[in-house]
């Protein structure tokens, strides 16, 4: 699975503070990465007041922005995104120490995900299926179609049939040597790279192979059309 880790970025500032007011000298804050968020959706940001000496300490932590684009909840540090396709600014203080803003993109929902094709066949001695075609798309009021493709979204592909009790042994696989893989949209809202099924060398493929396609937001919450089956059939 390809990751979609939180990135830590210490923003230090000067401060006057002492051991008697708290000692906090700095501010280390965690963002997502990529430091985008939804329109709708949230993502949590936190932070934690280190001491001269790199250790944490207990602070009263405060967020805001100035920018319309996005809002944060000024105790938890939960961004929303409001206004699709512009760039936000949230900073966390605490006393008289302050962080650097933290940018964030906000980006259109991705509202549902398509699945074009329910079936692939792949012929006697071709090692991979055809990619599984798979989009995330966004409500849009000037589009003919009413949707636009939506890029940043989580696409997670699993083979759940068969279903390999030991890995070691799967006669089917994703691209990497996996049974589920987590890919980005790209701005055409399709998996990049592509998401096939591959043969395992050495073995014999099952006759049909069961992929369920989901999408995530960056909360974690579901798209709308997740849970959709695509069938492999091997010749």
């Known amino acids: 699975m390809r990751a979609w880790m939180l990135g830590t970025c210490l923003l230090a500032a000067c401060s006057n503070l002492t051991a008697d007011n708290g000692g906090v000298v700095s501010l280390e804050v965690q963002r997502p990465e990529p430091p985008t968020v939804e329109v709708g959706d949230t993502i949590q940001l936190s932070a934690v007041a280190l001491d001269r000496n790199g250790e944490p300490v207990d602070a009263n932590i405060v967020w805001r922005t100035s920018d319309t684009t996005l809002s944060v909840d000024s ?83 699993a083979i759940t049939e068969p279903a390999f009790a030991d890995p070691a042994a799967r006669t089917v696989e994703l691209p990497g040597g996996v049974l589920v893989d987590t890919i980005p949209s790209d701005a055409s809202g399709q998996a990049l790279p592509d998401a096939t099924v591959n043969r395992v060398a050495g073995t014999t493929a099952p006759d049909t192979v069961r992929v369920t396609v989901a999408a995530l937001h960056r909360s974690g919450k579901s798209v709308a059309g997740s849970g959709q089956v695509i069938i492999v059939v091997f010749q």
């Open 75 to 157: 105790t938890t540090g939960l961004v929303t995104g409001l206004v699709a396709n512009q760039t936000g600014r949230v900073q966390a203080s605490e006393t008289s120490l302050s962080s650097q803003p933290i940018s964030l993109s906000v980006v259109a929902a991705a509202d549902t995900l398509a699945v074009p094709a329910d079936t692939l066949i792949v012929a006697a001695g071709v090692a991979a299926s055809p990619a599984m075609a798979a989009t995330i798309l966004s409500r849009s009021d000037t589009a003919a179609s009413g949707f636009v493709p939506a890029a940043g979204t989580r696409i997670v592909f």
